[in-house]
């Protein structure tokens, strides 16, 4: 199941979108500090239409005022409790949103005539409502992050399920991988080694400022902002990455350090509680055509031993897989959205969903070649176990409803704590929605 947004909002408003030229504007609520104008309101209405989100309520603009109430309810409790999101999430965020308009209208050109900007105009009007998406889905998951289900919880919800009300199940599979990185010579290392060097040099003596250097070679998507990451935690980062930013002081230039990701050099911007704002300088080694050949190869070959039974694909796995959060559980390949085993087809990468659709339950692919997150990774995979379309039930589809269940209870603590914050919360509506049957009573006071 893809993943589902607690939060009332079924649909974000990008106001920047669908401005109106002839709409008077005025406050129609306010929530804290914070205000909902009229043009949110229409605007937001243009952009569900636009998306095919019809209402049968007579009154569904009452109901995106209500989505925009609840909105802001949030933000007003994130700022309370510190909640910030760094600016490479809002970038990537863009970025995903950019991808699917252009996808939808056909191309860059058709968007930017259609909305009669260019693409950075229109991404510059998209990041502050994204940061503030990002924020309210952070906030949700705070109020609802200590709700648990056991296992007899789910037997009991399962039981009250009518069996006609029971949803088929699609097509899923169980995926094995063994992942293999391409070796790197030395040459090659140095030679990145070097570079960072000089740039680290050119930056102490003051030839260079680090932001300069990071937008003109920083090989990831933080070269833009002068390699700013953004506020992040230890879990956030690699391991030695982590080590290395979180020991330097503000200013401070780090040694080069080595990742999985690259070799960097380090800038620490601040420091907040547990979180650190740094800058880096990200250099990937480039791997050459007999390199990638060799560890196809080695694939080959490891793909032998297990056909052959010297080994088993879990063991094989575990000795030779460089995938650190898949090697030690037999390879076991979990989908990117939910983290559940089973994965549907639609829902299984575009490299392996080529490989899987050749092969039979129990087969193992030939090495190929896999794009993830910008990287190459070489790859074989197997299928685990298949579950064919099927009318769900307890045995096969025990993690769906232990799901469904703890969605239902988070679903119940959120309009819980919605109609607490209502009666904390300074909240004025204005006269023309003073009559509307709202799905909480607590907006009109």
């Known amino acids: 199941m893809k993943k589902v947004l607690l939060l009332l909002v079924l649909s974000f408003s990008f106001s920047f979108i669908f401005a109106q030229k002839n709409v008077i504007d005025k406050i129609v609520a306010i929530v804290g500090d914070e205000i909902i104008l009229q043009s949110d309101i229409e605007n937001a209405f243009l952009q569900q239409q636009g998306q095919g989100i019809i209402s049968s309520s007579p009154d569904y603009k009452a109901e995106i005022l209500e989505q925009q109430l609840v909105q802001k309810l949030l933000m007003a409790q994130a700022q309370i409790d510190s909640i910030i999101v760094s600016d490479e999430e809002v970038e990537n965020a863009v970025s995903s949103q950019i991808e699917f308009f252009i996808s939808n209208i ?10 009669g900007k260019s693409i950075q105009e229109i991404k510059d009007d998209m990041r502050n409502p ?4 990002l924020i309210t889905e952070q906030m949700q998951q705070k109020i609802v992050e200590k709700i648990r289900i056991t296992p007899s919880e789910v037997r009991s919800y399962f039981k009250k399920i009518p069996k006609d009300s029971l949803p088929d199940m699609p097509d899923r599979y169980e ?16 030679r990145i080694r070097e570079q960072l060097r000089s740039f680290r040099d050119q930056i102490l003596k003051g030839e260079k400022t680090f932001n300069t250097l990071a937008v003109l070679y920083s090989e990831d998507a933080s070269a833009p902002r002068g390699g700013e990451l953004g506020y992040k935690s230890k879990k956030e980062l690699d391991p030695a990455f982590a080590e290395a930013a979180f020991s330097l002081k503000p200013g401070k230039i780090s040694k080069i350090i080595e990742s999985e990701y690259g070799f960097h050099i380090i800038q620490l911007i601040d420091r907040q509680g547990e979180k650190i704002n740094v800058r880096h300088i990200i250099l990937q080694p480039k791997v050459s055509d007999t390199e990638k050949q060799e560890a196809l190869n080695r694939l080959d070959t490891i793909r032998q031993y297990i056909t052959d ?4 694909f879990e063991e094989a796995a575990y000795y030779f897989s460089t995938d650190k959060k898949t090697r030690n559980n037999g390879g076991l390949f979990a989908d ?4 559940e085993a089973r994965i549907a087809r639609p829902d299984i990468p575009g490299d392996m969903a080529r490989e899987v659709n050749k092969m039979k339950p129990g087969e193992i692919s030939q090495p190929f070649i ?5 990287q190459e990774e070489y790859k074989i995979v197997k299928i685990k176990e298949f579950y064919p379309r099927h009318k769900a039930n307890l045995d096969d589809d025990w993690q769906n409803f232990e799901l469904m ?5 988070q679903m119940e603590k959120l309009e819980k704590w919605i109609k607490e914050k209502q009666v904390d919360t300074y909240i004025h509506i204005d006269e023309s929605f003073k009559d509307t049957k709202f799905r909480y009573d607590g907006w009109i006071k």
């Open 106 to 115: 056909g191309s860059q050109e058709r968007l930017e005539k259609y909305f």
């Open 370 to 374: 896999s794009h993830t997150n910008g």
């Open 405 to 409: 269940l703890k969605r239902e209870k």
């Open 309 to 312: 039974g010297k080994m088993t």
């Open 175 to 190: 995926l094995q991988q063994i992942v293999l990185k391409p070796d790197v010579s030395e040459a090659e290392k140095e």
């Open 130 to 133: 994204i940061k503030e998406q």
């Open 336 to 339: 990117p959205q939910t983290s």
